[in-house]
């Protein structure tokens, strides 16, 4: 998992290349006025601009992916992300959707939690679980965040 704030002027400097890349390509966007939905970012890179009330972890399934990473970027609000960065045990997880790239846990091993405000954003890697979406506080509030979908490939470039 990497962190940082495209608020800053440096956001980029311990970046992999195709992270740095795509995160500029966000700093330029007007976020608050993307519109909702999937969008391309880049070709082969979509994102997923959404606005939905944060709740309380408690019930809700943690998810991890094989052939995207993700970066979660806020825009507005506030948000806590539980995540584990242990090697997963796959026979804790449901199984696998391949078409859709993802599986689900009740329980994330080693759980940490993080809480991003906006412009803020967290990358999380192949098979690191994480649930998203929490309420910070137990106070839940409106958020507004993308999730760009980076194909695992692009590392290799």
């Not at 002027?9 to 608050?32: E, G, H, M, T, Y």
């Not at 809700?60 to 045990?89: C, N, T, W």
């Not at 796959?90 to 696998?96: H, I, K, Q, T, V």
Request: aromatic share 8%; charged share 25%.
């Amino acid at each position: 998992m990497l962190l940082g704030d495209l608020s800053r002027d440096d956001f980029a400097l311990s970046l992999p290349p195709v992270f740095a890349r795509l995160c500029a390509k966000l700093k330029q966007l007007d976020l608050a006025h993307l519109p909702l939905g999937w969008q391309e970012l880049e070709e082969g890179v979509q994102m997923n601009v959404m606005e939905f009330e944060t709740s309380s972890p408690a019930g809700k399934k943690a998810e991890m992916h094989r052939k995207f990473i993700d970066i979660q970027v806020v825009i507005s609000g506030e948000e806590m992300i539980e995540y584990g960065l242990s090697q997963p045990d796959l026979s804790r997880f449901d199984e696998y959707r391949d078409e859709d790239d993802y599986q689900l846990t009740d329980e994330i091993e080693h759980k940490n939690e993080l809480v991003l405000q906006p412009n803020m954003f967290a990358i999380f890697l192949a098979y690191e679980p994480h649930k998203p979406g929490n309420s910070v506080g137990g106070n839940h509030r409106l958020l507004r965040k993308l999730v760009v979908k980076v194909p695992t490939a692009l590392l290799e470039q």
